[in-house]
Every structure is written in structure tokens, then in C-alpha cells.
């Protein structure tokens, strides 16, 4: 699929999808490395860029630094919120703020759980092509 988008809207999605995880991972990293041997899916799965190439990723960063600065202030704010209602021990607003991210993330899940019977249903169809004829399609 190609995405024609401008350019401003490019610098935003790409901070949010790409440029901003690299910083919170290596924030994350940084804060818990002390812990080596506790460790849970969750944290592999969000330091994973941590430390990746730093001459390149610098460049990366600061190439889009007007962009990303401006996403970080706004995720700052955001996480002192959630801090305020962890301080508070706000049960409810942390457990709206759990819902809501669900139901933010809930047609991803529906896509990749389609993607994922798509490529079943693919590898089915070509397994059942070989024991027709002996080959595949695949890669022609």
C-alpha cells in the first residue's frame, strides 16, 4: 500500500510510530538496567531499539527535532497525568485510561487477527497447490 501524505504530516507520524519509541526505549533501558535478571516479555518487547546505532538515530532525531519535541511535550504531560492518579491512587482513571487505549487498540487487533487467517488461508492454498502438482506459485 503506498500513503501519499505531506510532508508536516509525515515528520508527526513518523515521531509518534518510529522516533519517539527509540526515546522511550532507551528511557527505559536507562531507568531498569539495574534489574538484569527480572525481567518479562513487556520489557524485551519495549527497550528492543534501545541502543540501536546511536550516530544514526542521532541524526535521525534531530533531523526531526521541531516535530518531536513537540510530541514529547505532549506525551510528558500525559504521563504526569497518569502520575497524578497513580500518586492519588485514582484506581478508576487508571482502569478508564486501560479501557480506553483497548478500545483505541481494538481495530488493530481485528486487522492483525485478519492478516493473520489471510496468510493461514495463503499458505493452505499453496500447500494444497503442491500436492496437486508438485510446485508452487510462490515466488514467480
Do not use: C
Request: aromatic share 4%.
Amino acid at each position: 500500500m503506498i500513503l501519499l501524505i505531506d510532508s508536516a504530516e509525515h515528520d508527526r507520524a513518523v515521531g509518534f510510530k518510529s522516533h519517539l519509541p527509540h526515546l522511550l526505549a532507551g528511557l527505559l533501558f536507562e531507568s531498569g538496567h539495574q534489574y538484569p535478571n527480572v525481567g518479562a516479555g513487556s520489557w524485551s518487547d519495549l527497550t528492543r531499539v534501545a541502543g540501536v546505532d546511536p550516530q544514526l538515530w542521532s541524526q535521525i532525531l534531530t533531523a526531526n527535532h521541531e516535530e518531536l519535541s513537540a510530541i514529547v511535550g505532549d506525551f510528558a504531560q500525559r504521563l504526569l497525568e497518569l502520575k497524578d492518579h497513580l500518586e492519588n491512587g485514582n484506581q478508576e482513571a487508571i482502569r478508564q485510561f486501560l479501557v480506553d487505549v483497548a478500545k483505541l487498540k481494538e481495530p488493530g487487533r481485528k486487522s492483525a487477527m485478519q492478516s493473520l487467517a489471510v496468510g493461514k488461508d495463503e499458505r493452505s492454498s499453496r500447500q494444497t497447490q503442491k500436492k496437486r502438482t508438485g510446485r508452487t506459485s510462490k515466488g514467480l
